[in-house]
Every structure is written in C-alpha cells, then in structure tokens.
C-alpha cells in the first residue's frame, strides 16, 4: 500500500477591527459559551440580511452564503462559526456598510438551529441568532456513525492526508449520504505530505516518488519556518473537534485492538500518525500518554453504527502478522466492537 512511503517519511523525522452584532437574527445580548473561546466583546449592530440556504444536513461540507449589513468600512471576519467552525471562508464587500460571506459549514453534534457567529482578530463577535437549521440524519441508526480501520477508510490518497482525500473517502460519503455528523481531523491543503504527483512509471504500470522529497515536505509541514518549532496545529483546519473517523493509516488489526504503543517499533508510524491525527496540540510525535487504541477511542465516543473498508487491509498485504496473531486480534475486533453497538 502507499502507506509505506509516508511511514519511510516520518520514521526519518526521529533524528482590528471591532464587529457588531444585535438582537432577534441580529444577536443577542450574551456570548453562548460555545463560542467563549473566540468571543470576549459583543457588539451590536450587524444585522442579517439574508441566508442561503436556510438548513442543510448534520454532516455539514454545504456552501452558504450569508449577507450582513451594519458593518464599517474596515470590518472583516477572521473566524466564522455555524455549529462548528466554517471552512473556506470569503468576503466580499457589497457596499460600505454590506458585505457577502461565503462559507462551507463543517456540522454539528447536535441537530437543531444555530446562531452565526464571526469573530474578528480582536476576538470581538457579531453574533447573529436562529441564523440556520442542522437537519438530523436520514435515520437515527446514523446518530453516531464511527469509522476505524487504516488508510483507505481514512482517506489517504495518492501518499497524502489531504482535507480533499479525506472527504472523499469511503466513509465519509457514505455520511454525507446518511446525512450523519461526521467530524473529521482535515489537514489543510496541500496536505502532509503534500500531494507531489507522479514521479516517473515502472515497468509494471507502477509509479515511485522521491522519498528524500516527501521528507522535506513532511518537515516543512511540521516545522514552523519562522520559528523552527514543531507546529502541528497550523495544518488543520479545525483542532478544537472530536474526530468521528478514527482510522489511522498503516493501522494493523493489532494496533486498532491494542493501541499504537503497545507493539514493537514497526507501530512507531502509527505512533506518529495518531498524534499528529488526534492531539496535534501537543506538537508532539512520538510519546504514547494521549493516544487510545481505535477500540478505546470507539468506545468514548458511544456509537450507534461503526464501518470499516479495511479493518486488517495492511495485515494482507504485509508479512508482519502472523495467522495466529490475526486470528486471536480479528476475534478480539469484532467482539469489542459487537458490544458497542
């Protein structure tokens, strides 16, 4: 699998503007303490003028456009929230006191309406009431849909982790078209590491990739060039999540059962990766305290219904696992996640 490269990669890495908000769809009068955290001042005066579309699914990943009035000629948003905090958001100026927000929501736990809330850099919010309507899922079997297993269900493609893969891997559609709230750990574009394309075919149709490249880009995505410090929270688009998809690429069915940690150094890339995945604010790749195994994490997070493309994929097309060991952690598997459910 090609989970192989970015392993090889990471195994070498062990060496102001003040905004306005106001009553009814124009704010309230307090700070919902979901929001407390970007939101210190609220002002009055922004206004809602208009909302498209009105609802959309639990799973989010839906363009909206929002157009506010009440806003100065130096008003601009730096954080936008709609449940979750938006994705790919722009702004563009109607007038001198209108403006066009375009966004793409990333969902929310809970169904039901919600405020819009924009926060400046001053940490100052316009906080736009009943702006939204989360819909519930197709069925409530998807209330808490899981996934766990390794790349594939991840959505690693191409040798990368890329917020693009990621919505496009299996699992995930198969939420957006359950309607399910599905948080991802997305890694901003062009991913780590990024996606380099094809660096020369071989004679079985096959293609390669430059390793001592992919490592630099790795570094370069961890490291902080302005300060020469691991910053691994700069590469998401959104640390503050609880991921519902909990596959870690290169995953065996040992580790998902296990955890991570408690293998031999042929885990240390799954060490990497789940770090990096699930407590990236640690800036920390390779310590062991704050990552579970995926039947651990499936556990906390009480799920209604758990898919997996590739529970033992890696174990099939490595030599590293033997039919005994496969056996007694399948069994392992299974019933663990059976008593999920």
Known sequence: MKIVNIFATLLLLSAAIVLQGCGNKSGGTSIDSRYSSVCTNLASGVRLLSISPTTGPQ???QQVTAVISGVG??????TVYLGNKARWVTATRQSNSTM???FTTAGTPTAGTYPLVMANSLSTCAYLA???TYRPPVDSA???FVAVGASYTAGFQSDSYNEIAQLNGPATWVARQAGAYFPIPLIKMPGIPPDL???GLDTTGGYTLDTSNIAQAVVNALIDPQTQTMDIPRNFEDTSILPYNIAVPGATIENEVTGPASVTSRGLGTIVLSNILFAPQDNSIFETKDIKSEIQMAEDLHPTIIMSTDLYGNDLVTDNTTLSDFTFYITQAVSAFAQLL
Do not use: S
């Open 59 to 61: 799973f989010g990943d």
């Open 73 to 78: 000629p130096g008003f601009t948003t730096a």
């Open 100 to 102: 066009t927000i375009t």
């Open 130 to 132: 009943n702006a939204y």
């Open 142 to 144: 998807f209330k808490t």
């Open 197 to 199: 394309g094809l660096a």
